[in-house]
Every structure is written in C-alpha cells, then in structure tokens.
C-alpha cells in the first residue's frame, strides 16, 4: 500500500490535484474546503519536485473555459442519469426537478471544480517526468517576471 502513490496515474494526480511533473507535490496549500480562498491558494513552486505552479503571467485565465466545459459535460452526465434512474416527461415537472437539482450539485462542486481545472490546465503544459530526481524543472523566471528580462 505504501508504494501506491508511485503509481499515480494521469487521471488520479489530475482529480487529486497533484503536481503534473512528478505526481507527488500537492498543487496547492490547502486541504479542500469552504473557504473560497484558501481553496485556491497554491504552492509557487511544487513542494517536491520544484515544478513552478504559473508558467507565465496570467497562466490561469484560461481555466474558466475548462470549467466551463466541465460544468456542462456534468450536466448532461446528471442528464442522462436522471433520465434513467428518474426519467423525464414534458407532462410532469421532472425536467425542472432536475434543472434545480444539477444547479444545487454544481454549486456545491463548483470549489472542487475551480481547483480540477488548474490541475488540468497545468497538465496539459508541463509533462509527467518520472525521472524528475535527475532533471531540473524548466526556468520560467523571466515569463513570471517580465521586466527583469530587459534589465541584464
Ligand atoms: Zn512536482
């Protein structure tokens, strides 16, 4: 049991919020909680193998759109769920039953959903290296600083 996490999976260190680079470092600093902004504290630098969490100025801007996505493939999961367990019908109010229960569902996910897509957003840009013990993380100093890089 103890050797599990080295076998973290992109999936598993993509929904746990892991470090993309070596899959063990949290991405961020706080346990997922209710408050909002704690949530989405993250470390600058991942805390084992060094992974800078923002890659350029403005890395994150991106990420509305991936919850964006996120939010609607949920509901057409909750959809077709309430489809099968519940089912629908124009001559009831089963529809709207379900219109108010995937808006209370997403509410209720959105500070996990907010935290998924960085995780995500970041694995799409830096690789799993499971050699990362060998291998320097990639320099972002000058993109996460950019009025240092004219003052050599
Ligand atoms: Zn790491």
Known sequence: MGEQ???RGYLSSSIGCYCPRCREG???QHKLGLNLKNN???NKNCTVCGQPSELEVG???GTSYVSY???VALSVATLVAWYVIIGLST?????????GSNAAFLIIL???LMRLSRSLWISWFVKYDP??????PEDVSERINPDQSGNW
């Open 91 to 99: 001559e009831d109010n089963r529809f709207y039953y379900w219109m």
């Open 131 to 136: 050699d990362w013990r060998e291998h320097q």
């Open 69 to 71: 996505a996120l939010t």
């Open 5 to 7: 996490h080295k076998n």
């Open 40 to 42: 989405m504290m993250m």
């Open 110 to 112: 959105q500070p996990w």
């Open 59 to 61: 890395f994150y801007y």
């Open 26 to 28: 949290k991405l961020f």
